[in-house]
């Protein structure tokens, strides 16, 4: 049931990432909705969970850009992994938990992401635009995290202390 | 124990997924076909609820556009029509000229912008992610688009197809990174190759053929049409908006802004080249 629900989440959150977000970009930049929906799955679950879902999550919108196929799953696999570490020493009750981490998720997993395309053979990525439009995309992600947290909770279930 | 247990389980399913990743993108870069159709397939089975979903929430998107753009529209405004009044002064000197060189270009027989025909297309979509400049067309193979197509709207040259399937095409537009068009200045006639800067509108001119060539701001950009070029010649591509001469240096920056407004495409025309090699990378 659990698989399901993380299928749903994966492909409405594409649809939306798609279908909505290119038009409503700030200063350039889109929040990337399955990056946050990897640190959310990551914080609930642990870095295991976080890791295969940022796997295919990653390679779920990886089918919609014109990057090589891959080098998203890497990016959110790597970010959901270590944010599935580091959440084992949080303190869980805060409410700016999902912002919080949101715009950290957004800038280390889209910092991955500009490294591994970098090696990948996109052109021209290290350059100063690149990384104002990474900090941007982070405030957003940050933004979207308070939306995007509860649906990924909801697709995570009754939580699962074994993880920890 | 069970702390143990947990570690050692996630390395094997971390490399798994590291291993994966990279055979991913080494065969993706290969061009694998077999990606190349799952790509497809999972784009034309979520076209229609794409299209469903972006309908639904057009309203959202007209509001939030006049809410972030409205800064922009006097500005705007009043250059177009400082622009407007420009152009009609140009557009009298060149009348001139215009049938000499048209004829000229018949006898070369290059082939230019008057000789082709075109499929037009509406854009679906704009790129999902932070760093890449492509757009979506609603028009693909079934309709005879193809890569390596340019595309053009009415100020100009959009971009190419760089990957199409049944029912729409990717376009990557020319000021995405990686993606050179060879052009010539409309004064000096140099020929020269954009470059599109990651997270920046603005294209820089590279290859410029004599850098010391008098380029000045303001002068428009067309494509340069070479013979197997990948566009045909005379498409208005660019204008020149600021140049940097550093002492020392022999190539000056050369800036230039597309004169399409590529994030508000709505209509775009692919264009069918006469004798062009549509997959042909070159410029």
Redesign the interface.
Known sequence: MRWIRFFLLIVSLVVIQTAIFPSLRVFGAVPDLLLVATVAVAYERGPEAGAVFGFVAGAAIDVFLASPMGVSALAFALTGYGIGIFQSGLVRSSRWMAPILGGIGGLVGGFLWICIASIAGQDDLFATASFRILVTAAIYDALVAFLVFPFARWACGEPDFAHR | M?VYR?ES??RP??AL??I??????T???QGNGV?GS??HS??EA?AP???L??DA?DP??NV??GV?KVDGLEADNAELRARVAELEGQLSRDRGVSDEYSQLVQLLDIPDVEDVTGVVARVI????????R?ITINKGTAQGIVTGMPIVAGDGLVGKV??SSRSQA?V?LID???LGVGVRTEKSREQAVTQ??????LLRLGFIENPRAPIEVGELLFTAGSEGAAYPADVPVARVVRIDRDRGELDPDVFVEPLVSL?QLIYVKALRMPRSEMTTDRG
């Open positions: 069970a947990r389980r996630r399913i971390m997924i590291v994966t990743c990279l055979a991913l993108i065969l993706d870069g990606i799952v790509r999972a784009q979520i609820v794409q299209s979903v972006a929430f959202v998107t939030f556009d972030t979509r704009g790129p999902a992610g932070n760093f890449e492509t760089t990957d990717t990557t995405n990174p990686g599109g800067r990651s997270g920046d509108r994030d």
